[in-house]
T-cell receptor
Framework: NAGVTQTPKFQVLKTGQSMTLQCAQD?????MSWYRQDPGMGLRLIHY???????DQGEVPNGYNVSRSTTEDFPLRLLSAAPSQTSVYFC?????????????FGDGTRLSIL | DQQVKQNSPSLSVQEGRISILNCDYT??????FLWYKKYPAEGPTFLIS?????DKNEDGRFTVFLNKSAKHLSLHIVPSQPGDSAVYFC????????????FGQGTTLQVKP
């Protein structure tokens, strides 16, 4: 089973460029989310979705867009990359949005903005 | 405003001994707590969880304790093994907040052979 798949694994961008981080899950999970991990700060929620067609903001949404057209896919778009967005990005999914639902994480995308 | 805090960035223990990782929280609305383990270049993996209506949950070598009055939880690993060396994240969620996870900063555990 693939679980949660993130692409690409690594990416270097120049300031001002845009790109899309891909996330796909094959577990028919309703809930999907994006986190960023920065040194000394744990994981912070960027955006999340409780089902196809429904998205909402997390703790640090500025500079990012998401959409959820299918249950399987939840891409994260950087509109105009800034050095402050250099981070490791993780996508996660769970069966539902219940607080007792452990989330399954992908292996991350390491993004550097020059 | 750090709602979930892991105040020890690192911990080193000898193989076979007990590892105790600590976590504090400030939001009394949290009703579920989870521990995740993360190896380098991999995503976090779920380890163990506890509901706010319990004070202890055990799964093999891993036990999580919850002290609601102190807003404190801890993860005990007994006995510790070199393969347990990883970063451990504490996370909390609230039913009233669509189950969004709030993570602590993480504690790096090193188990020495």
């Amino acid at each position: 089973n693939a679980g949660v798949t993130q692409t690409p694994k690594f990416q270097v961008l120049k300031t001002g460029q845009s790109m899309t981080l891909q996330c796909a899950q094959d577990m028919n999970h309703e809930y999907m989310s994006w986190y960023r991990q920065d040194p000394g700060m744990g994981l912070r929620l960027i955006h999340y979705s409780v089902g196809a067609g429904i998205t909402d903001q997390g703790e640090v949404p500025n500079g990012y867009n998401v959409s959820r057209s299918t249950t399987e896919d939840f891409p994260l778009r950087l509109l105009s990359a800034a050095p402050s967005q250099t981070s490791v990005y993780f996508c996660a999914s769970s069966y539902s949005s219940g607080s007792n639902q452990p989330q399954h994480f992908g292996d991350g995308t390491r993004l550097s903005i020059l | 405003d750090q709602q979930v805090k892991q105040n020890s960035p690192s911990l080193s223990v000898q193989e076979g001994r007990i590892s105790i990782l600590n976590c504090d929280y400030t939001n009394s609305m949290f009703d579920y707590f989870l521990w995740y383990k993360k190896y380098p270049a991999e995503g976090p993996t779920f380890l163990i969880s506890i509901s706010s209506i319990k004070d202890k949950n055990e799964d093999g070598r891993f036990t999580v304790f919850l002290n609601k009055s102190a807003k404190h939880l801890s993860l005990h690993i007994v006995p510790s093994q070199p393969g347990d060396s990883a970063v451990y994240f504490c996370a909390a969620s609230a039913r009233s907040n669509t189950g969004k996870l709030i993570f602590g900063q993480g504690t790096t555990l090193q188990v020495k052979p």
